[in-house]
């Protein structure tokens, strides 16, 4: 009874990592996780003495790049096009797509081919510098963080999810004297980042029911 658990519990963890069928892939395993049509769903939050936000939003994707056989440089990696939109009214976010522009500071992609986040690290980390990596179960990502004055600082980071390698949260936050005095973040609505964002806590619940159902059956 015991092994049978932990096969259970085994299967349980590696099915949270399947993904659907990608595009067929490139010589370095890239391929595109996203595909034209898709619907991903995000809120945004402005958290900031003047501002309080909190809106859904969504990105609809409109074109996926060829991807080259062999990439070199950050800057031949390609990113899903796509448009946004407010959820409510299926209008466009307009001047608020400048929030965008700050994704310059940690690479610019909105989106990256999945199948190769090594490689993705190598050339993202050749073209920027002072970057800090983000690479877990889930995510994959950049963040920087830039002096503002000697009391202040901002950071910016960006983390795609692995499993299609599009934006999963975005965030700009600003700091004095390591306070946070301003928030602005797009992020991924639905089960799959809840589950990123609480990995460990749900392994470690996962963990202690599997040791309480052992328990239980050795009891019995």
Same mark, same amino acid.
């Given at each position: %009874?015991?092994?049978?658990?932990?096969? %259970?519990? $085994?299967?349980?963890?590696?099915? %949270?990592?399947?993904?659907?069928? @990608?595009?067929?892939?490139?010589?370095?395993?890239?391929?595109?996780? @996203?595909? @034209?049509?898709?619907?991903?769903? +995000?809120?945004?939050?402005?958290?900031?003495?003047?501002?309080?936000?909190?809106?859904?939003?969504?990105?609809?994707?409109?074109?996926?790049?060829?991807? /080259?056989?062999?990439?070199?440089?950050?800057?031949?990696?390609?990113? *899903?096009?796509?448009?946004?939109?407010?959820?409510?009214?299926?209008? #466009?976010?307009?001047?608020?797509?400048?929030?965008?522009?700050?994704?310059?500071?940690?690479? #610019?992609?909105?989106?990256? /081919?999945?199948?190769?986040?090594?490689? %993705?690290?190598?050339?993202?980390?050749?073209?920027?510098?002072?970057?800090?990596?983000?690479?877990?179960? +889930?995510?994959?990502? $950049?963040?920087?963080?830039?002096?503002?004055?000697?009391?202040?600082?901002?950071?910016? *980071?960006?983390?795609?999810?692995?499993?299609?390698?599009?934006?999963?949260?975005?965030? $700009?936050?600003?700091?004095?004297?390591?306070?946070?005095?301003?928030?602005?973040?797009?992020?991924?609505?639905?089960?799959?980042?809840?589950?990123?964002?609480?990995?460990?806590?749900?392994?470690?619940?996962?963990?202690?029911?599997?040791?309480?159902?052992? @328990?239980?059956?050795?009891?019995?």
């Amino acid at each position: %009874m015991k092994r049978a658990i932990q096969i %259970m519990f $085994v299967f349980l963890v590696v099915g %949270m990592f399947l993904v659907a069928p @990608v595009a067929a892939q490139s010589n370095q395993g890239l391929s595109w996780g @996203v595909s @034209v049509s898709d619907r991903i769903d +995000f809120n945004f939050v402005v958290d900031t003495d003047t501002d309080s936000i909190n809106e859904p939003m969504y990105a609809s994707i409109t074109s996926t790049p060829v991807i /080259p056989d062999s990439i070199s440089g950050w800057g031949a990696v390609p990113t *899903a096009v796509s448009d946004w939109k407010w959820a409510a009214n299926d209008t #466009s976010i307009g001047l608020y797509g400048l929030i965008f522009l700050t994704l310059i500071a940690v690479g #610019s992609h909105m989106s990256v /081919p999945v199948g190769n986040f090594t490689l %993705m690290t190598t050339l993202v980390s050749a073209a920027l510098t002072g970057e800090v990596m983000i690479d877990d179960v +889930f995510y994959w990502g $950049v963040q920087y963080t830039v002096d503002t004055s000697s009391t202040e600082h901002t950071t910016v *980071a960006a983390r795609y999810f692995k499993s299609d390698g599009f934006l999963a949260k975005l965030t $700009v936050e600003e700091f004095e004297n390591d306070v946070r005095t301003g928030y602005i973040a797009i992020s991924r609505q639905g089960f799959m980042t809840t589950i990123a964002d609480n990995f460990l806590i749900i392994i470690a619940g996962a963990v202690v029911l599997v040791v309480l159902v052992i @328990v239980c059956v050795k009891r019995k």
